[in-house]
DNA sequence: CACTCCGGGATTTTT
DNA sequence: TCCCGGAGTG
């Protein structure tokens, strides 16, 4: 295994006599490096693999790694090894050490929207603006250790002591609930490491090695959790690349990766310089582009690929014109080089430059998926159904109890809900606790109260079934008695039912499949409530397969690599984007552009339009200054300030396309009626 | 007064 | 596409 990488890559593999930092240009095989690291500590230097942890961002990426570890380590080998998203690794910490945080095990995980929904409710508003960027504040508070307490004694602004009094009520909402927020699950553990040396040993010990994929989107949180748990031996590789950082709008620090040269002054560096992903033609340009921008550590990529196509940019009239273009010559590039849909994709800065897209590639019926878009567990049936298993795991998380409560409804109203909450409150309970409070039989009447308990001892009687009987079986019999498919054919119409009733079976046969598989040890409905929290997309599987144009964002794109690349939208206020011009961001937008550069194995054609509806008015627009930064020699313009010329590409795209569409219809339609 | 329908506008997104 | 706000209706 280890003959198939490059010189650096081996030394990366190898180096064991401190910390190391890989800095993994684009396309240099740092998932091959982390993967074969963990490999040769475990078969050549004596680590077991429950002494090791590999650390992602994303499920999909500790997706990706766990399966390219067990191609080249058999499962009694690997066993116990800890491939997880930092937040998932937190939940394991958290849930083990719940107690000395004054949590119980069975905590419940808060998603953006539930935190949103609890801001909302204590400052009783709906001001949108200002609750997103309370949410902002207190997650940045969080990011910088922060307490409530510290952040009231700073703030000198009248906002800022609002805002330091709504996060210490937050906080204690969620204590309250048993429950943390995506920030705590990182947080909490670096506290509590922070306080407790004996658990901090404990952890020490138990995880020898850390590999830490794409450091550059470290937060301040994150980099003190592996600091922490790798002790003063740092027996660590954090692997990562300085110019792929296009995260920091949301805590991501790049700062991280030259704070690891001081914190650790034996820090051994090695870079990854050698691409294995494009052509040399794409990789000058993306090594020009990022040439403009300051630099930690100096980076040239390079490959023995050959010197590929010349990179087209092109000048569109307005957006219409752009996608209609894009869409030709993808068509037309498709021909002539007998490709598949499924080669090219088309990035942009924002979601809403898909849309224009989108029309254009359904008039000419071809084939496209969109990356993004709202999560699965997003979608108002799935939380529905979440919120009983949420409920099940922890009776104490009210959101949850309110949700399930009253979905599908079941006799219990708002008035139930509020004297309910009353009292709860009064009493220090949580709602389902309260319910059972013999006080509260002079708040509610009868009927009322009897729907209440209903509820709560369905609950309990599955709660009991949960942790003995297959999950399968009661996710099945609680779907049944809470009537969910009926709610749905009753509150929806029959379209939106079937589609909402697909998702909710879906989900249901995926939590199914995971209750059994792996080392096929039987997961109970209580440890697969757990990891939900934490999932979010499982519908990784058919959209690779499908042939089809891929539509992504810059951000959404990166990591993923396409034979074409088309970049629309390159212009003056899009990329860089013009709130990022003014809050002197520039440089996350240049490497957003070198990202976008280095996704292109073979082809890379960019435009921009010369002129834009923007708020009702027409605008006119520049060429982004990125294009200027491409190297001349291996670019060719097309259109541009002369008319005439736009004309001919413009008369010389559509002529190409007629001939294609005669060639098709010649070839084509023949073995289609055959 | 509340709800629906239509048109216009839009940073980026994961856990 | 999705979300928001204004206008128009029951």
Not at 11 to 24: F, I, Q, R, S, T
């Amino acid at each position: 295994m280890l003959h198939q990488l490059n010189t650096q890559q081996r030394e990366a593999v190898k180096y064991l006599d401190g910390p190391l930092l890989v800095l993994a240009g684009a396309g240099s095989g740092k998932t091959s490096v982390i993967t074969q690291k963990i490999i040769y500590l475990i078969q050549q230097c004596g680590y077991q693999a429950r002494e090791i942890a590999a650390i992602t961002f994303t499920n999909k990426a500790a997706k990706e790694m766990q399966e390219r570890v067990s191609q080249g380590l058999d499962k009694e080998n690997s066993k116990g090894l800890t491939i997880a998203t930092f937040h998932s690794l937190g939940m394991q910490i958290m849930r083990q050490e719940a107690a000395h945080l004054g949590y119980k095990a069975q905590f419940s995980i808060l998603d953006a929207a539930d935190s949103y929904k609890i801001l909302a409710d204590i400052l009783a508003t709906t001001d949108k603006a200002l609750l997103r960027r309370l949410q902002w504040q207190i997650s940045q508070w969080k990011n910088a250790f922060i307490s409530p307490d510290q952040a009231s004694a700073n703030a000198t602004e009248e906002g800022l002591v609002a805002a330091a009094k709504l996060y210490q009520r937050y906080q204690q909402t969620l204590k309250a609930y048993q429950a943390v927020d995506f920030d705590d699950l990182i947080k909490l553990p670096v506290e509590l490491f922070e306080q407790n040396r004996e658990v901090l040993n404990k952890w020490q010990n138990k995880l020898k090695y850390l590999l830490i994929d794409e450091y550059q989107d470290t937060n301040q949180c994150q980099y003190r959790l592996v600091k922490l748990l790798t002790g003063p031996e740092a027996r660590f590789t954090a692997v990562g690349d300085d110019d792929q950082a296009i995260y920091g709008w949301r805590g991501a620090d790049v700062e991280n990766l030259n704070q690891l040269t001081q914190d650790y002054p034996r820090l051994k560096v090695i870079k990854l310089e050698q691409n294995y992903r494009s052509t040399a033609r794409i990789l000058k340009a993306a090594n020009h582009v990022i040439a403009n921008n300051p630099k930690l550590f100096e980076k040239k990529l390079w490959s023995e690929h050959g010197i590929g196509d010349v990179i087209q940019i092109s000048a569109a009239q307005d957006e219409e014109h752009e996608a209609e273009s894009v869409v030709m010559k993808l068509m037309a590039h498709k021909f002539e080089n007998r490709t598949q849909y499924g080669d090219y994709a088309i990035l942009y800065r924002g979601n809403h430059q898909a849309r224009v897209l989108e029309q254009h590639l359904r008039n000419h019926k071809i084939p496209y998926t969109i990356s993004g878009g709202q999560s699965f567990f997003d979608k108002a049936e799935i939380k529905d159904i979440v919120s009983y298993l949420r409920l099940i795991y922890n009776e104490d998380d009210d959101p949850a109890f309110i949700r399930a409560a009253t979905t599908p409804k079941k006799g219990i109203g708002n008035t139930t809900l509020e004297r309910l909450g009353d009292y709860a409150k009064q009493h220090q309970l949580s709602l389902f606790a309260a319910a059972f409070e013999g006080g509260l039989q002079s708040e509610l009447g009868g009927r009322q109260l009897e729907d209440l308990l209903t509820f709560c001892r369905f609950i309990q009687r599955i709660q009991e079934r949960a942790s003995k009987d297959p999950a399968a079986e009661v996710l099945q019999q609680m779907l049944e008695a809470i009537q969910y498919e009926a709610f749905l054919y009753d509150s929806e119409e029959p379209r939106q039912a079937e589609i909402k009733w697909k998702n909710v079976s879906e989900f249901i046969q995926w939590l199914c499949r995971k209750a059994t598989d792996e080392d096929g040890q039987e997961r109970d409905l209580l440890s697969l409530t757990q990891m939900v929290a934490l999932m979010s997309m499982l519908e990784d599987k058919n959209d690779s397969e499908l042939d089809s144009v891929k539509l992504s964002t810059l951000h959404a794109a990166k990591g993923l690599e396409y034979g074409h690349v088309f970049l629309v939208g390159v212009e003056e206020g899009i990329l860089p984007h013009r709130e990022s011009i003014e809050h002197d961001k520039v440089e996350e937008e240049r490497r957003l552009m070198y990202v976008g550069i280095t996704r292109a194995k073979k082809s890379l054609n960019i435009s921009w339009c010369q002129k834009r509806k923007r708020a009702g008015e027409v605008e006119i627009c520049e060429a982004s200054r990125f294009l200027a930064e491409m190297p001349a020699d291996d670019v060719r313009h097309f259109g541009g300030n002369a008319t005439q010329n736009q004309e001919e590409s413009k008369a010389s795209g559509k002529a190409r396309l007629a001939q294609i569409k005669a060639m098709l219809s010649r070839t084509l339609i023949p073995i289609l009626n055959s």
